[in-house]
């Protein structure tokens, strides 16, 4: 076990700094000189040259690459280019926005997700049945901006039970800011249900088909002690899965969802640095949210393998 | 006691209202067990799980009583039933690796019945699965209750399975199918085991099985089911030695003997298959297959009735059904003499000391320092195929057998050693033989429905190599592929159906002549007709050797089942763990002096007569992985005439007895006889049949 979580550790720090020179690479090519923007188009070419050699754009890129990673792996991210102020701060504020906008999100759409999907499965066929799989597979191909859009038409300004802009004054404490979390939530939260509705209810479809299954209730034990002892341990085994690349989804929905709100998240903070071409904050965002996404996938694996018997002794 | 009373169940499906089991009565008395033998789709499982009521969504119980002591099971509620299921009522599955929940320690699994019906705690509860588990002759079972399913072997699992289905003494036993899923050792031991268990617990026990021999293992009295309804019940004994229906009889004959005759038989074959549901014949549901039929059978179904002592029939002519001994006689045929490697054939395929090793999966932690243990799954083996013969290649899953044939073919390239075809080496990988030499070796794989493809035509199957090998244009393919069709005896209809319009048995035929069509000298069969029903098998039998017979065409035909096996082979090579151990003419394989090994596969064969006598040796143990082949011999470790260190320390020596007839073991042949002598293996052969 400790050599499966190891290895997967290994791993996940390999797809990190793999991703992290894919950002380095990345963010280099960008069109645009950084000392163009910063000093302005009219700025003379000594003034450029110098600040370029003060910045440390002038070294090889391999060197750049190195103090960047090393920096960053040390917690010193620079400062942005836009703004002139620390990197550091300004990402963990708007990153624990996110958060909580995604804990939300999470905590709304895993034990609703799970529970629609073993509803569909337990009545399988039935109108019920029907209904939630029609339901979920219209909302994977429904993109975030469109879904949110709907929803505040029908609970900002149709019903207006909702406000549909989310910008949270600092200092507002989470209970009062709450109603205005909720339209994002379900926003970024959608795809991720829909998903694992699916995932749920096709995987407790076929575990219910198993010879266990039946051996279990030929044993004489009552439906519900089947469904929660024989049945769930099974068949959430791929819905961990999904929760976990969901993460991923929600990283992605976060930048528009935050946009389409004005919610001052890390998705948001991501698009404002690509649009000022804020090199060392496009590259400490995007970083930070492959770690983050790293992260979930090594714990959806070492979660996978408690579970799971027949991972975890091979 | 369970008594079934004019049982009827309908499956409702998209088709139509299928009547799966139609006016069937059983009785089942304590400490006895009633066998329900019958082929796929004869109803034998939705039954016994329509008895007690556990049935698919779509399936219903239409008519008729089911009585357990006495209570009405038809009319019990939902959680009166869920009372009865697991404590009054035990089921025993036919795999055991599916029939327990994969992520649940099995102590927790078994534990569970007890808790439920027993009303113990969880400590309670523990011991008492610890007893079971020692009751089933479990070793260690402390150990195997802290063990998660798929670290079993089959065999030990459903020891396990049994052991729970026991936990409560039930008064009804289902157990179905319960060893078709194990090797035949591990079957031999399972069927002790519950031959002993029935003594001592109290249970009327339920048997279902497609297998003639197991049955005579285990019951006390058979019904044979066909189409949903029962042919004839009769006392085990009875059944085998006077049948008084005319399926019970074909069944019977369609089971090759044990015989030590000089020539190959032909077996019974029963023309047709079984009707479907939605269109049973008005009269006797045989009645389109049955070779004594007359026009009174077709006009009125005839009932189960009494023709003797405990025995009934359903049919009408029961008074002229022959003897097994004269059905024999009168629908076989004798069809070539047994010949030998030795005296009347040229080698015509020499497989010399091949290995086939495997890359093991790793150990250590650091990728460079990883070392990768071998998987020697043919660790040395020769032999040798003549032509126009048959060689039949036998051993439990796990002993190389298909690893030798892919390594023929070429599909699995052997790493050492050299096979010769005509005298010529061989490139060991198939992609590197030339095409004529492709040609010449062809194989039929055990699952048709895998190794035909689901998108093309039974013809385009056959015409493909007829092209590719045989160099023939698209036309002349096509006639040479009708003819093909008309000598695996299908209709030339066939040539435009798609493999899923075909049943398991004409898919296997399909497969036959698509080997054919490139005329080969040799023919690779690797579990052939496992899969099949035992009158398909029959007949499928009856057409490798006729078309052998007809093309001069030399089989390698590979089975662990030794009774299909002597059936066809004119020599026969018992292979173990990667390894030959016993090799020569078919006669001299099946006769004292034995490989130790020979000598507990006969002893565990299911023969289908209850009055072969079988010495009772049974092997210890799993077969042990190809990656830990034990030292010495590697038999030592199960074998139950070891020596010593000896055989611990020493390979053994080819000891050569009769003819090209040689046994790898420490023990010298004539000491061999000797003890066998003692023991003979088939106490009464059926010569006389």
């Known amino acids: ?314 | 006691m369970l008594e079934v009373e004019g049982l009827s169940i309908e499956y409702e499906t998209e088709t139509g209202i299928l009547p799966a089991v139609r006016n069937v009565s059983l009785e089942v008395r304590e400490h006895e067990s009633f066998g329900i033998v019958g082929e796929s789709g004869s109803g034998k499982s939705t039954l016994a799980m329509g008895a007690i009521r556990y049935l698919a969504s779509n399936g219903r119980v239409t008519g008729g009583s089911v009585r357990l002591n006495g209570v009405e099971l038809l009319d019990l509620s939902r959680k009166e039933l869920r009372a009865l299921w697991g404590s009054r009522i035990g089921v025993v599955y036919q795999s055991p690796l599916t029939a327990l929940n994969p992520s649940i320690l099995i102590g927790k699994q078994l534990a569970e019945v007890a808790r439920l019906h027993l009303g113990m705690d969880r400590g309670a509860a523990m011991t008492r699965v610890t007893e079971m588990l020692a009751k089933v002759a479990m070793p260690d079972p402390e150990a195997v209750m802290r063990r998660y399913p798929h670290q079993l072997s089959g065999g030990m699992l459903q020891r396990c399975v049994i052991a729970m289905a026991l936990m409560t003494n039930p008064a009804l036993l289902i157990m179905d199918e319960p060893t078709t899923a194990l090797d035949v050792t591990t079957q031999a031991v399972v069927l002790d085991l519950v031959a002993e268990l029935k003594r001592e617990f109290d249970s009327a026990i339920v048997y279902i099985t497609h297998d003639l021999g197991v049955v005579t293992k285990i019951c006390d009295r058979v019904g044979v089911m066909y189409a949903g309804e029962f042919m004839e019940q009769a006392s085990l004994r009875e059944l085998f030695q006077r049948p008084l229906h005319p399926y019970t009889l074909d069944l019977l004959g369609c089971v090759p003997h044990f015989d030590r005759s000089p020539e190959k038989r032909s077996l019974v074959t029963i023309p047709g298959s079984i009707p479907h549901l939605d269109e049973l014949p008005p009269g006797c549901i045989f009645a389109p297959r049955c070779s004594f039929v007359r026009d009174a059978c077709r006009a009125a179904r005839p009932p189960l009735d009494p023709v003797g002592e405990g025995h009934s029939s359903a049919c009408i002519r029961w008074r002229i059904v022959p003897t097994p001994a004269e059905r024999l006689g009168a629908a076989t045929e004798a069809l070539t003499e047994l010949r030998s490697c030795s005296g009347d054939g040229a080698p015509l395929v020499e497989v010399d000391d091949v290995k086939t090793y495997f890359k093991g999966p790793g150990e250590g932690f650091l990728p460079g320092r990883r070392r990768h243990r071998a998987i020697r799954a043919v660790d040395g083996v020769s032999l040798t195929v003549c032509e126009g013969q048959t060689l039949g290649v036998v051993g439990e899953s796990g002993s190389g057998k298909t690893t030798v044939a892919r390594a023929i073919v070429g599909l699995t390239p052997a790493t050492e050693g050299e096979i010769r075809l005509h005298g010529r080496k061989l490139e060991p990988a198939a992609e590197s033989r030339k095409r004529g030499v492709l040609k010449e070796i062809q194989m039929v794989f055990q699952n048709p429905d895998a190794s035909l493809n689901p998108t093309r035509t039974v013809g385009d199957a056959i015409s493909r190599p007829l092209v590719l090998l045989g160099g023939m244009g698209r036309t002349e393919a096509a006639t040479r592929a009708r003819e093909l069709l008309e000598a695996v005896s299908l209709p030339a209809g066939y040539y435009d159906r798609l493999p899923n319009e075909l049943s398991g048995g004409e898919k296997q035929r399909v497969a036959i002549a698509r080997a054919f069509a490139a005329e080969p000298d040799l023919i690779l069969c690797d579990e052939p007709i496992s899969s099949l029903d035992v009158s398909v098998q029959g007949s499928l039998m009856n057409l490798l050797m006729k078309l052998q017979v007809e093309q001069r065409t030399s089989y390698v035909f590979i089975s662990h089942d030794l009774s299909a096996v002597q059936h066809l082979s004119d020599t026969i090579a018992v292979v173990y763990v990667g390894r030959v151990m016993e090799l020569g003419d078919a006669v001299t394989v099946l006769t004292p002096p034995f490989h130790p090994y020979t000598e507990a596969l006969l002893s565990a064969v299911p023969v289908a007569d209850p009055d072969v006598k079988q010495t009772p040796i049974r092997l210890r143990g799993n077969v042990p992985s190809a990656m830990d082949i034990p030292s010495g011999c590697r038999f030592h470790t199960r074998c139950p005439r070891f020596l010593g260190d000896i055989c611990r320390e020493h390979e053994p020596p080819w000891r050569h007895g009769e003819g090209s007839h040689r046994i790898y073991c420490h023990i010298p042949l004539d000491e061999l006889v000797q003890l066998q002598a003692e023991t003979l293996v088939l106490a009464s052969t059926t010569e006389d049949a």
């Open chain 1, 1 to 314: 076990m400790l050599r499966f979580a190891t290895r997967r550790l290994g791993f996940v720090v390999l797809t990190i700094v793999l991703s992290s020179m894919i950002i380095f690479a990345a963010t280099q090519i960008l069109p645009g000189d950084v000392a163009t923007m910063v000093l302005g188009r009219f700025a003379s070419e000594e003034a450029k040259t110098n600040l370029r050699h003060e910045l440390g754009l002038d070294r090889p890129l391999v060197v750049q690459y190195g103090s960047w990673l090393g920096n960053f792996v040390q917690g010193d991210w620079g400062d942005s280019i836009s703004t002139r102020t620390e990197i550091r701060p300004l990402v963990f504020e708007r990153l624990k926005n996110s958060a909580v906008l995604a804990a939300v999100a999470f905590l709304f759409y895993v034990p609703v997700g799970i529970v629609l999907g073993l509803i569909a499965a337990l009545r399988r066929n039935s109108w019920i049945d029907q209904t939630i799989s029609v339901g979920s597979l219209a909302f994977i191909g429904l993109p975030e901006f469109v879904s949110a859009v709907i929803l505040i038409t029908i609970f900002s300004i149709e019903l207006g039970w909702l406000p549909s802009q989310s910008a949270i004054d600092p200092g507002t404490s989470w209970v009062t800011a709450f109603p205005k979390l909720i339209l994002p939530a379900i926003t970024v939260a959608l795809t991720s249900l829909a998903y694992i509705v699916r995932m749920t209810r096709s995987s407790t479809v076929d575990v219910l088909q198993t010879d266990y299954v039946r051996t279990a209730t030929l044993k004489g034990l009552p439906p519900y002690r089947v469904l929660f002892t024989h049945v769930l341990r099974n068949s959430l085994l791929p819905t961990i899965t999904v929760v976990a690349i969901g993460v991923g989804w929600l990283m992605g929905g976060l930048i528009i969802t935050e946009s389409v709100f004005n919610y001052s998240g890390i998705g948001r903070l991501l698009l404002f640095a690509v649009q000022r071409r804020d090199v060392p904050l496009i590259q400490a965002t995007a970083l930070l949210i492959v770690l983050i996404y790293g992260v979930s996938n090594l714990i959806a694996d070492v979660l996978y393998a408690v579970l799971n018997p027949r991972i975890r002794y091979n």
